[in-house]
Every structure is written in structure tokens, then in C-alpha cells.
């Protein structure tokens, strides 16, 4: 997966978090309207501001500058929660919240740095700051007076948000890791230049038709582009790449409607399996294949330029493994470079 993919999925994963935040910062505004509680309502008006302007930090390229805003932004807010209206209304557990954001970022966003003691320097302010909370409680009275049932009824609700976001917290992280592992994946197997699949995929792929005892209906064969070295020493290693993706495009193009599996090998080889035809290997496909490989041009400093290749094939032979197989095909290879090229050996 490449940075600008994962850039892009940070930056989608913060948008739906500072959504989230939103719309908790507009419900608390909306109670301290109601309770009369005009000093946090004012500070909720300027929280709210802050998120709005907190979407354009989510499009940049700056997320740890939005994550360690936010995480200041929560820690001061909930503090002046407490001192409104006590501790017994629980805002202050909305700081272990904080610790869940805070590692999730620190894994999401801020993990590419090696050594990132911010999160964790934060994640000891906030226990702190629970700590000296719950040790001052008792001796300062809250700046609001409320009625006993509405300090439990905001208790409530404050641990029923407290849970919900945890929740919220860990079920986004776990679909991020999902996603992230699916992409490693995926990178894993397909090669980036070409766009294909690659030899482990292949290696993969053969490895469960032998498990299901189905590769006696099967065929490989190995491509091979006929004097490579000679397009790179002479156009240079662009135009070399070039001719491997054009190669690569013909095959898939090749491929449509057929039963036929392929990769990139390694270097200019390219490896195919498919079925075999009245229990042949299909020798006229792959000519054809060949022919239209020779067709196609890339273009060079100097003009438009062809290549050919050589392909050796092979149906499987009872006792092989999938190695042996391989080494075979790839020795019918040998024998088309020894005698001219530019021809199937089957």
C-alpha cells in the first residue's frame, strides 16, 4: 500500500472521529443551555468552533497536530466540568476516554514516528489530573449548585457516553487493523510495478490445487522476455519497466473469459497455470499469446521498440510436487532460449 493510501485512510478515520467529537461537544451545549450553566456553555460554544475548524487539520497532512489539539482540548474542557458542577457528575471519566483515543491515534496517525513520548506523556497528565480531582473533592464546592436527582441523572448519562465511546473507540480501531492488515495483504501478493500477482501468490494458488487433487487437469508456463538486459543497457531501466507493465497488460487482456491463473515470477519471468485442453498442454493459445506480445510496442528515446519472448510449458506429471513442476517448465524455457527463441516449447 502505498503512503498517499495510507495518508488518505488516516485522514478519513480522524474525519469520523472529529464528527464524533462534534456532535458530543453540540449535545453538551445543549444540556448546559438547559441546566443554565452559562460558563461551560460559553466553553462548549468554543469547543464547538475549534472542532469545525479541526476538519481542515483532518484533510492535511498534520494529524498528530489535530490528535495532541484534541487531546488538550478534552483534558482542560472535562477539568472545567468538574469545577462547574463536581465530581459527582463523572465528567471526569471522559479522561479515560482520552487515554482510549490517545493510544488508538498513537497507532492509527502517530506510530510511523520511532520514538513518540507524547501520548503516553499526556496519558500520565490525564491520570494525574483524575488523581488531584478525586483527592480535591470535598474541599471546594461547585461553582453550580444542581438539584441531587439531576446530578444523578448527568452521571447516567456521563458513564452511558463514557462506555459508548469506548466502544465506538475500539470497534473503529479494530476496523482501521482490519483494513490495514487486508491492504499488507494484498501488498504481500501482488507485485507493485506490474500490478500482478507474484510468486507467492502463485506458490499459494498451486499449493491448494495439489491439496484438492485437481493439478493433473493443469498446465504451466513460464514466459520469458527474449534478451531483457539488452532494453535496459540500451533505453535505460524506465523503458525496461515499461515493457515488463506492457507484457503484464497483454497477458490479463489474454486472460479474459479463460481459465487462466498468472504472476510475475521474478525479474522478466512471468508464470501461468491453466487448464489444459482435451489434456494437452494448449499450444496455440500460448503462439498466439507470443504473437501478440511481439506485436505490441513501448516507446523509447529512440522510437517505438519490440520485444519477443520464449515460453516453456508443461501438463503435470504424475509424482511431481509443485516445485518439480515448476523446475520442469522452466527448463522447457531453457531449451527455447538454446534454440532461437522466440517460440513455445511444450
Known amino acids: 500500500?502505498?503512503?498517499?493510501?495510507?495518508?488518505?485512510?488516516?485522514?478519513?478515520?480522524?474525519?469520523?472521529?472529529?464528527?464524533?467529537?462534534?456532535?458530543?461537544?453540540?449535545?453538551?451545549?445543549?444540556?448546559?443551555?438547559?441546566l443554565?450553566?452559562?460558563?461551560m456553555a460559553g466553553v462548549s460554544l468554543i469547543s464547538i468552533c475549534f472542532y469545525f475548524l479541526a476538519f481542515s487539520l483532518t484533510k492535511s497532512e498534520k494529524l498528530s497536530i489535530y490528535v495532541y489539539s484534541v487531546?488538550?482540548?478534552?483534558?482542560?474542557?472535562?477539568?472545567?466540568?468538574v469545577v462547574c458542577l463536581g465530581i459527582q457528575c463523572n465528567f471526569q471519566l471522559f479522561l479515560i476516554?482520552?487515554?482510549?483515543?490517545?493510544?488508538?491515534?498513537d497507532y492509527v496517525v502517530l506510530r510511523k514516528k520511532k520514538k513518540n513520548h507524547v501520548a503516553i506523556l499526556l496519558c500520565c497528565v490525564y491520570a494525574i489530573a483524575l488523581i488531584i480531582l478525586y483527592m480535591l473533592?470535598?474541599?471546594?464546592?461547585?461553582?453550580?449548585?444542581?438539584?441531587?436527582?439531576v446530578i444523578k441523572s448527568i452521571s447516567i448519562a456521563m458513564i452511558s457516553g463514557v462506555v459508548f465511546l469506548i466502544i465506538t473507540c475500539m470497534m473503529c480501531l479494530l476496523h482501521f487493523m482490519s483494513s490495514e492488515e487486508g491492504a499488507m495483504e494484498k501488498q504481500a501478493q501482488f507485485d507493485a510495478l506490474t500490478e500482478l500477482p507474484n510468486r507467492f501468490y502463485m506458490m499459494?494458488?498451486?499449493?491448494?490445487?495439489?491439496?484438492?487433487?485437481?493439478?493433473?487437469?493443469?498446465?504451466?508456463?513460464?514466459?520469458?522476455?527474449d534478451d531483457f538486459k539488452k532494453i535496459n543497457d540500451s533505453f535505460g531501466h524506465n523503458v525496461g519497466d515499461d515493457a515488463?507493465?506492457?507484457?503484464?497488460?497483454?497477458?490479463?487482456?489474454?486472460?479474459r473469459g479463460v481459465e487462466l491463473s498468472y504472476c510475475r515470477w521474478g525479474g522478466e519471468e512471468f508464470l501461468l497455470l491453466g487448464k489444459c485442453v482435451d489434456g494437452e498442454v494448449p499450444k496455440n493459445f500460448l503462439d498466439e499469446l507470443r504473437v501478440e506480445i511481439n506485436s505490441k510496442s513501448f516507446w523509447t528515446s529512440k522510437g517505438s521498440g519490440r520485444m519477443t519472448v520464449t515460453i516453456g510449458a508443461g501438463k503435470y506429471k504424475v509424482g511431481q510436487d509443485y516445485k518439480e513442476w515448476i523446475n520442469f517448465v522452466d527448463k522447457q524455457l531453457y531449451v527455447g532460449k538454446c534454440t532461437g527463441k522466440n517460440?513455445?516449447?511444450c
Open 71 to 81: 487531546a488538550v482540548e478534552i483534558l482542560l474542557y472535562m477539568i472545567l466540568a
Open 97 to 105: 476516554d482520552a487515554m482510549f483515543f490517545l493510544f488508538s491515534m
Open 244 to 255: 515488463l507493465k506492457m507484457l503484464a497488460r497483454t497477458i490479463v487482456n489474454k486472460a
Open 36 to 39: 443554565g450553566v452559562d460558563l
Open 137 to 149: 473533592d470535598g474541599f471546594y464546592a461547585p461553582l453550580y449548585k444542581l438539584d441531587s436527582v
Open 343 to 345: 517460440k513455445v516449447v
Open 1 to 34: 500500500m502505498s503512503s498517499n493510501d495510507s495518508t488518505a485512510k488516516e485522514q478519513s478515520f480522524l474525519f469520523n472521529v472529529n464528527k464524533i467529537f462534534l456532535v458530543i461537544h453540540l449535545l453538551m451545549l445543549f444540556m448546559f443551555s438547559s
Open 204 to 225: 499459494a494458488k498451486l499449493k491448494n490445487l495439489f491439496e484438492a487433487e485437481k493439478q493433473g487437469e493443469y498446465f504451466l508456463a513460464m514466459i520469458d522476455i
